[in-house]
Each structure stands twice: as C-alpha cells, then as structure tokens.
C-alpha cells in the first residue's frame, strides 16, 4: 500500500474520530472503521518486510494505563488521552525514533490515576502510527499493537510510569482442529454481524478473509464486545488453541443474548402491529358502517348499557356515577387498556339488584308450619322469626298509619334484623337459616367467614389494582339477584385479626342498621342498601367476637338436644335421610326407641345431632351389606343389634359412673365446653409427706385457685366438717382430673374440688347419681355460674339423676325443657355444707378392728 495512501486513510479516521468523539473520556476506545483492517494488514506486511521487528524492541518501555480497554497484537486502535502525565509521556514518545510505548489495562476501571499494583501484568507493546491534538486540550492518537509482554519491574512512577519488559511469545499449534475453530470464530462473528446493523458488511468481509488464527482471535476480539476480564484472560493465554476455545465460548453466548433480544423485539413488534392493525381495521368498519347506516358493536354495547342503567332504577348517586362512565366509555377505543375496567365495572353496577326484591309470605301459621317440619325445638328462635313476620304484616297493614313524617330523619324506620345464632356445633344453625328463608318466601345465601383475614373480603378491592372486583357481600347479593335475601354469615367467631387486616371491623357497618342502608364498598364507590337483608350470623362462642360487633346484633342462645328430642329428630329427620341416601325402604330396617337410645347414650354423647347421623348411617350401610349378600331381609334395630353393628361402646355407662364414684374422693362436676355440657370427675388422693399439693390434668390458672381455694376451706372447718384437724400435717395431698390431654380452666368445679377433698378426708363416698356445679369462696359460700342449662342437660345425658348448683342460678332452669326437669332432682345450695351434707353417703359406723383406718383413712390406688 503507498505511504500516501496510508497516511490519507489514517488522516480521514483521525478527522472522523475526532468529530464524532470529541466528549468521550480518556481511554475510550472508539469504533473502528472498515477500511482499518486493510492498514493493519499492509502496516504488518510492510514490517515484516523490515526484518523481525520484536529484536528492535527495548527492555524499557513507558506504560499507557488504559481504562477499560485491552489493545491487542497485530490490531489498530483508536485511544484519546486528557491527563497531563499521559500528554507528556506521548509527546516524548513522538520526540523519538521508535515510538513505542506498553499498553496495560487498570484492574479497576473507577481509579483516575492508577499505580503498579492497579495493572495487570500482561500488556501489549505498540507502535504510536498518527497523533492529533483537539480543541479541548486532549490528544487522539492511533497505535497498533506489536507483541505481548509482561510486566517485570516498574523503575519509574513521574512523571510517568517506565517499566521493565519482557516479550512473550505466541504458541500457534498445527492441525485440522486450530483451523476449524478458527473458522467457527469466524463464522460466529459473521452470524453476529447479521444481528448488529451497526457493524459495516466490509469489516465483515476483512475478517471472513483472514487465514491466520493467531490474527483471526485477535482481529475478532478487538471488535467483539466483552467483559474486561474475559478481552484480559484472551491476552493473557499463550496457546492459540485456548485462545480460540475461550473466542469462540464468548461469541457463541453473545450471539445467544443477540438471538434473544431479536426474539423479544420481534415479538413487541408484531403486537404493535397487530394492535395498530386492528385500530386501523376498526377505523375502516365504522366508516363503512356509518355509510350504510348501521352501529358498530361498541355503539350497540354502550346503548345496551344505557338500557341496562334505565331497567336497573338506582338511587341517583349511583345513575349519575353510572352515565359519567358511561360516556366516558363511548369516547375511549376499544383497544384501550381502560376500556375493559370501565365496562366491567357498569356491568357490575347493573347487574346488582338495587330495586329487584322477593314478596315476603307474612302467613304466620305457614311460617310456623315450616319451621316444625324443618326443626324440632328451638322454640326461641321459632319466636323470634315468627315475631319478626308478625311485626312486618301488621306494619304492611298500617302503611297509611304510619309514615316516615311521625319520625325524624335521625330516626327513620328499621326494615332489617340482625340475629346471632350461638350454640354447639350440630344444633343446626345453619340449616336453620335455609328453614327461615323458606319460611318468609325469600332467597337465602351463605357466606363463610371461618379463617377470613383480609377486609377487602368485605369491602372489595379499589379500582386502582389490576383484577379489582367488589367484596364478597356484593357479590353475593348479586348472585342471590334480590336486595331482601336471608344472608347468613357463618362462623363470624373464626375472623383472624392480624397484620393482615381486621374484617370484624369492616363487618360493623354491614350489621349496623343504621349504617347499612348506605354500605358503600371499595369498588363501586357509590352506596348499596343493605337494610333489606334479613342477616342471620352463626358464631360456637360468644367470647371471639369483638364487643362492638356483639353489640350490633341481637344474640339466641341455641342449646345442646336432650335424649328425646334427638330420638324425636331421628325419627323425624335423620333416619329418612339416611333410608333414602342408603337405598333402603321403610321396612327394611326399623329403629326402635331403645335402639336410639342405645345409640345416643353408648355412641354420641354430643350436644347437636351430627355424630348421631353418622352412626345410623353407618348401620345403614352394614344393613345394606347384609340384604345384598341376601343374609337378611330386614332388621329390627333394639339396643342389643345396635350394640352388634356398631361394636364397643365409645363412651362410658352409669355403671361406669358408680365404679368411679365408689372409691372416697372421687367427685363428678359438671362443665361446660364450646361443644356444649359434660361431666368430668375429680380425683383427690393422699399420701405420707410433708403438706404439699399438687395439681394435675392440665388445668389452667383459674382451676388451679379455685383448688387451692378448696382445700384452704377444708382445712379451715375440718372440725365442723367432722374431719381431723391434722390431718394436712403429715400428708401430701394430690388433686387430678382425668383427660389430660383436654385443657379445662374455670371457676365451677370449686365445690366438686371441695367434696372430693372432704370424700378423702372423711372416707365417706360421694354419691355415683349426683353430679355438681359451683364456684366457692374461702368463706365455704357456692356462687353462681354459667352454661347452667348445658352442664344439666349434660347431667341427664350421662343418667345422672341428681344436679347440685348454686341457688343464685334456680332461675335459670326455667330454660330447660320439661322432662328434664322432671328426670332430675336440682338441689339448690348457698354454702359448702350443704353441698357436703347432699353430696356424700351417709357415715357408716366403723368396724372394731378398723377404728384407726377410719380416722384417717387413705384411699385405693
């Protein structure tokens, strides 16, 4: 190539570099020009020309810092430099003849004026071919790159740095296999070149055309994009082999990331093509459709929703809201991202009920009617409805009467009611509801709230999240398509309150009759009457609600089923079902009263009926088997077939009872628990010690002081109560109730503490029939306590025939139902003695021989 020729080329790249790059910072490289490769072949051939140019090289070379840069053998670079000891070591180097200089890379890109120990230790020494020197004060230059080196000692560091060098040599192997991976290299980079417009077809070209490897990685590498680290490790291996191993691992992944991003942009650029297509197609139809007189389908939709908002007859707050979105959506594309919000909010608006409402069936002897053949009992609720019914037919009767001028606006009338159903599982609350709502002709919906956290359950979610929707009140509203249903709100004592949320409190202005006529959720934002609803909630404990809720509704208590009454609902209810689930006829299998009773008292021992209709189910299938393996053709269910389908016994027997009350202090109590009444024995015994007591059966604070409260009377009157005075000094008492693994807490079982405490003491037995209730004081006073009519109905349940409760609760047995009242004998009592005197046998006088047990007897492990 003639001298003109190169110094014209290297001139217009100067010139060019310069005005396209004139901002960058010192030691950016720029992009090459195509015709560059063309002066790197000539500058190598005219050196080879010259005789072998590395014995010409000095061991004492200054050292170019670049940042982020790795110039290579055989390549020409671009750099322009703006710091004083680089200006000043390039002009020293273009005052001389040779005009070489090392190149090395900084280690850390961010460090303005690195040192030695900020270098690698392999650089390339290259030849300074062209300088210009810019407006700004800072110098671009061109260098091409010679040989490697390596970096033995730094003699100098100002006002440059001057280093000790040594030469590496190249390693090019021979063979089929350098060659083809110099040809991948090759074909890579020109599969990437396809995917990067920027790089020119002629640098292409040049390099498809390279035959050496050595220059192939080379070459490639100084065009390639990569990380610092990787550019310096492909300096930095010796073997031409390696070298293209690690050239042809980082072109193969960047042409991977290439081929991706083309995918992805694709991708972007066909959906806005699309999208822009069918505007375009959109646009076309609705002129075509204006010129023939027709209405597209986003006109037709609006005018439906405008129809929809005229049959929907809402409150004026709600049309207003309703036609502003309205318009809106008739201005906006159907393409639109906010389109489909706006038109499925108006779908909800209207599609709920605002006006649409069931008739009410204000017959009162048909509401009664119903709920008998529904329910058996639950005589209070049965009230309640009917009262409710009778309230609402006298009202429709008196319309003219009564007008809403007789009232002030703060005191406008109530339409709904509130109710809360409490009461163990099984009494049939829920069913309970269903029976009501077909009782007043209205629709009824459920909805659960055991385990709701979050109070956008009950309020919805704002607009303003992606796949908001209103709560779930709405929408059952809108699912039930009538603003007055029976809507049940099941286990509103299982809310969780956490961080997460409280929806008890977003529940207070849905039970609020004098908030819900304007319930306004997060989604609709505009209010809803909700004080049509009749709203019935289902809670096992009264306690897990929040006051400020409890207060809002009217609570009915719902008790456990004596024995008759579940006899009665089996016959009635549960045995039919399970004949007619089973497949069974009516005379198939008939179940005798004894057979029930057998069930009920051996089997269940529940408060509700659920356990109850799962054994006579499964005596169903048993008879089942047997009529299809043609064993028989019916059966007579008595207490003993019972007894033969259904195996062991689960729960234990009156003689059961009388064993365990036979031994000296044992004592049965009477508790209550969130599944209704049961009876739970207290065990006392002694033996020589030190006075100390213990308590066990894992009971809680409360029970732990009502015994010690026991056995602190006791030892106060042991002289009236007839016991030894010393009797605590030389013994270690040791007070237990069975069933360990149950939690039990409470103050009622103080007396049956006392009387077991008093049993051992006297060695007088406590009667196996007579169960008790009862709190005491240290004064030996019985105070009142709760669950009465649970713990008795418990009591008769186990075939208990005496109750001993406070006097202060004998009002309370007015709840429980007649022949309760006439199995059980109640003894009301005000202090310990009474109970002691009722409780236990009568003394029996000693035997001669046993005179000194009797004194102080102990009682039988």
């Given at each position: 190539?003639?001298?003109?020729r190169w110094?014209?080329?290297?001139?217009?790249?100067?010139?060019?570099?310069?005005?396209?790059?004139a901002?960058?910072?010192?030691?950016?490289?720029?992009?090459?020009?195509?015709?560059?490769l063309?002066?790197?072949?000539?500058?190598l051939?005219?050196?080879?020309?010259?005789?072998?140019?590395?014995?010409q090289?000095?061991?004492?070379?200054?050292?170019?810092?670049?940042?982020?840069?790795?110039?290579?053998?055989?390549?020409?670079?671009?750099?322009?430099?703006?710091?004083?000891?680089?200006?000043?070591?390039?002009?020293?180097?273009?005052?001389g003849?040779?005009?070489?200089?090392?190149?090395?890379?900084?280690r850390?890109?961010?460090?303005?004026?690195?040192?030695?120990?900020?270098?690698?230790?392999?650089?390339?020494?290259a030849?300074?071919?062209?300088?210009?020197?810019?407006?700004?004060?800072?110098?671009?230059?061109?260098?091409q790159?010679l040989?490697?080196?390596?970096?033995?000692?730094?003699v100098?560091?100002?006002?440059?740095?001057?280093?000790?060098?040594?030469?590496?040599?190249?390693?090019?192997?021979?063979?089929?296999?350098?060659?083809a991976?110099?040809r991948?290299?090759?074909?890579?980079?020109?599969?990437?070149?396809?995917?990067?417009?920027s790089?020119p077809?002629?640098?292409?070209?040049?390099?498809?055309?390279?035959?050496?490897?050595?220059?192939?990685?080379?070459?490639?590498a100084?065009?390639?994009?990569?990380?610092?680290?990787?550019?310096?490790?492909?300096l930095e291996?010796?073997?031409?082999s390696?070298?293209?191993?690690?050239?042809v691992?980082?072109?193969?992944?960047?042409?991977?990331?290439?081929?991706?991003?083309?995918?992805?942009?694709?991708?972007?650029?066909?959906e806005?093509?699309?999208?822009?297509?069918?505007?375009?197609?959109?646009?076309?139809?609705k002129?075509?459709?204006?010129e023939?007189?027709?209405?597209?389908?986003?006109?037709?939709e609006?005018?439906?929703?405008?129809q929809?908002?005229?049959?929907?007859?809402m409150?004026?707050?709600a049309?207003?809201?309703?036609?502003?979105?309205?318009?809106?959506?008739?201005?906006?594309p159907t393409?639109a991202?906010?389109?489909?919000?706006?038109?499925?909010?108006?779908?909800?608006?209207?599609?709920?009920?605002?006006?649409?409402?069931?008739?009410?069936n204000?017959?009162?002897?048909?509401?009664?009617q119903?709920?008998?053949?529904?329910?058996?009992?639950?005589?209070?609720?049965?009230?309640?409805?009917?009262?409710f019914?009778?309230?609402?037919?006298?009202?429709?009767?008196?319309?003219?009467?009564?007008?809403?001028?007789?009232?002030?606006?703060?005191?406008?009338?109530?339409?709904g009611?509130?109710?809360?159903?409490?009461?163990?599982?099984?009494?049939?609350?829920?069913s309970?509801?269903?029976?009501?709502?077909?009782?007043?002709?209205?629709?009824?919906?459920?909805?659960?709230l055991?385990?709701?956290?979050d109070?956008?359950?009950?309020?919805?979610?704002?607009?303003?999240?992606?796949?908001?929707?209103?709560?779930?009140?709405?929408?059952?509203?809108?699912r039930v398509?009538?603003?007055?249903p029976v809507?049940?709100?099941?286990e509103?004592?299982?809310?969780?309150?956490?961080?997460?949320?409280?929806?008890?409190?977003?529940?207070?202005?849905v039970?609020?009759?004098?908030?819900?006529?304007?319930?306004?959720?997060?989604?609709?934002?505009v209010?809803?009457?909700?004080?049509q609803?009749?709203?019935?909630?289902?809670?096992?404990?009264?306690?897990?609600?929040?006051e400020?809720?409890?207060?809002?509704m009217?609570?009915?208590?719902?008790?456990?089923?004596?024995d008759?009454?579940?006899?009665?609902?089996?016959?009635?209810?549960?045995v039919?079902?399970?004949?007619?689930?089973?497949?069974?006829?009516?005379?198939?299998?008939?179940?005798?009263?004894?057979g029930?009773?057998?069930?009920i008292?051996?089997y269940?021992r529940?408060?509700?009926?659920?356990?109850l209709?799962?054994?006579?189910?499964?005596?169903?299938?048993?008879?089942?088997t047997?009529?299809?393996?043609g064993?028989?053709?019916?059966?007579?269910?008595?207490?003993?077939?019972?007894?033969?389908?259904?195996?062991r016994?689960?729960?234990?027997?009156?003689?059961?009872?009388?064993?365990?009350t036979?031994?000296?202090?044992?004592?049965?109590?009477?508790?209550?628990?969130?599944?209704?009444?049961?009876?739970?024995?207290?065990?006392?015994?002694?033996?020589?010690?030190?006075?100390?007591?213990?308590?066990?059966?894992?009971?809680?604070?409360?029970?732990?002081?009502?015994?010690?409260?026991?056995?602190?009377?006791?030892?106060?009157?042991?002289?009236?109560?007839?016991?030894n005075?010393?009797?605590?000094?030389?013994?270690?008492i040791?007070?237990h109730?069975?069933?360990?693994?149950?939690?039990?807490?409470?103050?009622?079982?103080?007396?049956?503490?006392?009387?077991?405490?008093?049993?051992?003491i006297?060695?007088?037995s406590?009667?196996?029939?007579?169960g008790?209730?009862?709190?005491i004081?240290?004064?030996?006073?019985v105070?009142?306590?709760?669950?009465?009519?649970?713990?008795?109905?418990?009591?008769?349940?186990?075939?208990l025939k005496?109750?001993?409760?406070p006097?202060?609760?004998?009002?309370?047995?007015?709840?429980?139902?007649?022949?309760?009242?006439?199995?059980?004998?109640?003894i009301?009592?005000d202090?310990?003695?009474?109970?002691?005197?009722?409780?236990?046998?009568?003394?029996?006088?000693?035997?001669?021989?046993?005179?000194?047990?009797?004194?102080?007897?102990?009682?039988?492990?």
């Open positions: 190539m003639p001298a003109s110094i014209s080329s290297l001139q217009d790249m100067i010139n060019w570099l310069s005005e396209e790059h901002g960058l910072e010192e030691y950016n490289s720029f992009p090459l020009l195509p015709h560059i063309q002066l790197e072949e000539d500058a051939a005219d050196k080879a020309s010259e005789g072998d140019e590395k014995n090289i000095p061991h004492l070379l200054p050292v170019l810092p670049l940042r982020g840069l790795v110039v290579y053998p055989h390549t020409a670079v671009p750099l322009t430099i703006g710091q004083s000891r680089s200006i000043k070591l390039v002009d020293e180097v273009m005052a003849d040779e005009r070489l200089i090392a190149l090395v890379s900084s850390n890109p961010d460090i303005d004026t690195p040192g030695p120990s900020d270098l690698f230790l392999v650089g390339t020494v030849m300074v071919h062209r300088l210009f020197r810019a407006p700004d004060n800072t110098i671009r230059l061109v260098v790159g040989a490697r080196c390596r970096f033995k000692e730094f100098q560091e100002e006002p440059y740095l001057k280093a000790e060098i040594e030469l590496l040599p190249e390693t090019v192997e021979a063979g089929l296999e350098l060659e991976l110099a991948n290299a090759r074909d890579q980079f020109e599969h990437i070149a396809e995917m990067v417009p790089i077809r002629e640098l292409v070209s040049s390099v498809t055309m390279l035959e050496d490897p050595l220059q192939t990685v080379y070459t490639i100084n065009f390639q994009r990569m990380d610092l680290e990787e550019a310096q490790t492909l291996l010796d073997s031409t390696s070298k293209l191993h690690k050239l691992g980082i072109l193969t992944h960047e042409a991977e990331v290439l081929e991706m991003g083309q995918k992805i942009q694709n991708e972007a650029r066909s806005i093509d699309k999208v822009q297509r069918e505007y375009f197609l959109r646009e076309q139809l002129a075509i459709q204006r023939l007189g027709e209405s597209d389908e986003q006109t037709a609006v005018e439906e929703f405008r929809k908002i005229e049959a929907a007859h409150p004026e707050e049309e207003k809201q309703a036609r502003r979105e309205l318009d809106r959506l008739s201005r906006l393409a991202a906010e389109y489909g919000v706006i038109r499925t909010y108006l779908d909800w608006l209207v599609t709920l009920p605002w006006s649409a409402a069931t008739p009410d204000l017959d009162i002897s048909h509401a009664r119903v709920l008998d053949q529904d329910h058996y009992g639950l005589k209070d609720v049965k009230e309640r409805i009917l009262e019914l009778a309230v609402r037919k006298l009202r429709k009767e008196r319309a003219n009467e009564l007008t809403q001028t007789s009232l002030d606006e703060a005191h406008r009338l109530r339409e009611v509130i109710l809360c159903f409490v009461g163990p599982p099984g009494v049939g609350k829920t309970l509801g269903r029976s009501i709502a077909r009782a007043m002709g209205r629709k009824f919906v459920r909805m659960s055991g385990g709701m956290r109070e956008a359950e009950i309020r919805g979610h704002r607009r303003t999240y992606i796949g908001a929707m209103p709560g779930r009140i709405l929408q059952a509203f809108r398509e009538t603003r007055n809507f049940m709100l099941d509103v004592d299982k809310l969780v309150f956490d961080f997460h949320g409280d929806p008890a409190s977003a529940l207070l202005e039970l609020d009759p004098e908030q819900n006529v304007e319930f306004r959720d997060h989604y609709l934002e209010p809803f009457d909700l004080s609803a009749m709203f019935i909630t289902t809670a096992n404990l009264l306690e897990p609600i929040p400020p809720l409890r207060d809002r009217e609570i009915i208590l719902l008790s456990g089923y004596t008759n009454e579940k006899i009665a609902i089996a016959n009635g209810y549960l039919p079902r399970q004949l007619m689930e089973n497949g069974l006829r009516p005379d198939e299998v008939n179940f005798t009263q004894a029930l009773q057998k069930i008292r051996s269940t529940e408060a509700g009926v659920r356990n209709e799962r054994e006579i189910g499964s005596i169903c299938r048993k008879v089942v047997q009529i299809a393996e064993s028989t053709e019916t059966v007579e269910l008595d207490a003993d077939k019972a007894q033969e389908l259904l195996g016994p689960t729960f234990f027997s009156d003689e059961e009872i009388m064993l365990r036979s031994i000296p202090g044992v004592a049965t109590g009477l508790a209550w628990t969130p599944v209704g009444g049961d009876i739970l024995f207290i065990e006392a015994t002694r033996m020589p010690g030190s006075k100390d007591f213990q308590i066990t059966g894992s009971i809680g604070n409360v029970m732990q002081e009502s015994a010690r409260a026991a056995l602190s009377y006791v030892r106060a009157k042991a002289k009236s109560l007839g016991l005075a010393d009797f605590f000094e030389k013994s270690d040791h007070l109730v069975p069933t360990g693994a149950q939690p039990k807490d409470g103050p009622s079982a103080g007396v049956a503490m006392a009387t077991a405490l008093v049993s051992l006297s060695g007088r406590v009667r196996a029939d007579v008790m209730t009862g709190e004081s240290l004064r030996g006073q105070l009142p306590v709760g669950g009465i009519k649970e713990k008795v109905l418990a009591a008769h349940r186990s075939g005496t109750v001993i409760l006097a202060r609760n004998q009002a309370e047995l007015e709840d429980l139902p007649p022949e309760v009242l006439q199995a059980l004998n109640f009301p009592v202090s310990i003695e009474e109970v002691i005197q009722a409780a236990l046998e009568p003394e029996k006088s000693p035997e001669p021989d046993a005179e000194q047990e009797a004194k102080e007897p102990l009682p039988h492990e």
